[in-house]
């Protein structure tokens, strides 16, 4: 089992940035990609960045894709997302995973409870 905890979400402003951390406890050993992907009110869950167990993988949506970045310390077992140039459509509850590699969330079993994200216009 792993048990996976989201934090750094808030109110920014357009053109803020944030930083997001997700600890992980439990099986920390096995090989798990981590992901990152968010659902807005009235949309479906969509897939924002993923990184290999190694960190040496990497990929993202095209809608984030030159503004956040993906990284992760094994030593910590957190991994990060760091969002730049924030935009209102980036307005989401986000949620860390942990799976196989991937932009498919059926591929993600272990879940965090999500952080909201929200940018001011």
């Known amino acids: 089992q792993l048990q996976l905890v989201e934090s750094g979400g808030g109110l920014v402003q357009t053109g803020g940035s944030l930083r997001l951390s997700c600890t992980a406890s439990?099986?920390?050993?096995?090989?798990?990609?981590m992901g990152w992907f968010r659902q807005a009110p009235g949309k479906e869950r969509e897939f924002v960045a993923t990184?290999?167990?190694?960190?040496?993988?990497?990929y993202y949506a095209d809608s984030v894709k030159g503004r956040f970045t993906i990284s992760r310390d094994n030593v910590k077992t957190t991994v990060y997302l760091q969002m730049n140039s924030l935009k209102p459509e980036d307005t989401a509850v986000y949620y860390c995973?942990?799976?196989?590699?991937?932009?498919?969330?059926?591929?993600?079993?272990?879940w965090g409870q999500g952080t909201q994200v929200t940018v001011s216009s």
């Open positions: 995973a942990a799976g196989t590699y991937g932009s498919d969330w059926a591929g993600y079993d272990y």
């Open positions: 990184s290999s167990w190694t960190g040496r993988m990497t």
């Open positions: 439990g099986r920390t050993s096995s090989p798990y990609a």
